[in-house]
């Protein structure tokens, strides 16, 4: 699939998504909210409700008719429908899962009214719609739970345009970052400061610092044994808390491929920029900016909209045990 529909698919998108209009519900596509490319494709049996603007939600519109209002969205929950509705079905007494079939399934109350509907949508991504409503909106969960489909409509997620030289920046980055034994990683929220560490990669060694309203919280592993503190305690305590293996792994950049675009490399002094798009289990796509030192390619900065984490690779004295144990 190109990178960009037609333009006579997109009008026909803008047509139906635009603010205010309304259009037949047997079919349509719902698309992003964030204009990422992200769109499904769905076709559902609900003669006589009309479809409104598209809802808040992410991958969400509305069905009308004569008041009553439904919105169908794209569940932020991962699992198929028939996993949806179990989990669902579980919060509460009185209730059930039904399957429909392999792609459909319903919440019924213990008096039969369907409460929840549920359906997979095909396509590279594991995802389901689903949708909840009172006794004027049944006929929209029945048409939902029994025969109503989605497809992926979007972007070609599986082959995204990528930039050659980004790639080989990627995969130099990787290789330089192999060798690199010791490093220092800051993570910031909006400015805000989120935690710092320390790590010796050969001596699985770590040191935290993880800022909170309530004062920090310090963590240590050191020696193979964990160690905590919170301010303004100064003594430590025993923790059976340690890093997974993966925390002394090599830090390493997403390489292009299915999911995975690499923009252009850009040059700024002695930095190289790349901006990474990367699509998630649920079809939401996250734009990162990766910032690589020109010399060494070592990554300096990963900033996205969930957060910003910065690198040093600087030697990191490894600290002993600590002297100070708190009586239990």
């Not at 003669?47 to 992410?58: K, S, T, V, Y």
């Not at 549920?118 to 739970?145: E, N």
């Not at 010791?182 to 320390?198: D, I, N, Q």
């Not at 790349?274 to 030192?293: H, K, P």
Request: net charge neutral; aromatic share 8%; charged share 25%.
């Amino acid at each position: 699939m190109p990178f960009a529909r037609s333009c006579a698919v997109l009008a026909v998108v803008a047509a139906v998504l635009v603010g205010g209009a309304r259009a037949d519900a047997a079919s349509g596509v719902v698309e992003s909210s964030h204009h990422d490319g992200g769109a499904f494709r769905f076709a559902i049996a609900a003669p006589g409700w009309l479809r409104l603007a598209m809802a808040d939600g992410e991958y969400s519109f509305k069905l009308e008719r004569r008041g009553a209002i439904v919105t169908i969205a794209r569940s932020a929950e991962a699992g198929d429908a028939r996993q949806l509705a179990r989990i669902w079905a579980a919060r509460a007494s009185g209730r059930r899962a039904v399957d429909v079939d392999r792609h459909h399934a319903e919440v019924v109350a213990s008096d039969g009214r369907v409460l929840m509907a549920f359906a997979d949508a095909s396509g590279p991504f594991r995802v389901a719609f689903w949708a909840h409503a009172g006794p004027t909106g049944a006929p929209v969960l029945r048409a939902l739970a029994h025969g109503a489909r989605f497809a992926w409509d979007g972007l070609d997620v599986r082959h995204l345009p990528t930039d050659h030289d980004a790639s080989a920046l990627i995969a130099a980055s990787n290789a330089a970052m192999v060798f690199e034994d010791a490093y220092r990683e800051r993570v910031t929220l909006h400015g805000r400061p989120v935690y710092e560490l320390e790590r010796v990669r050969s001596r699985r060694y770590e040191n935290a610092v993880f800022h909170d309203r309530g004062g920090d919280d310090h963590e240590l592993f050191v020696s193979g044994q964990g160690y905590v503190r919170t301010d303004p305690s100064v003594c430590w305590s025993r923790s059976r808390n340690r890093p997974g293996d993966d925390a002394f792994a090599p830090i390493t950049a997403l390489s292009a491929g299915p999911f995975v675009g690499l923009g252009p490399v850009r040059s700024d002094g002695g930095v190289l920029t790349v901006v990474e798009t990367s699509w998630d289990v649920n079809a939401n796509a996250l734009r990162t900016v990766l910032t690589f030192e020109a010399s060494t390619r070592l990554l300096l900065r990963r900033s996205s909209p969930y957060g910003d984490e910065a690198f040093s690779w600087v030697p990191v004295a490894v600290r002993p045990k600590p002297s100070v144990i708190c009586r239990s």
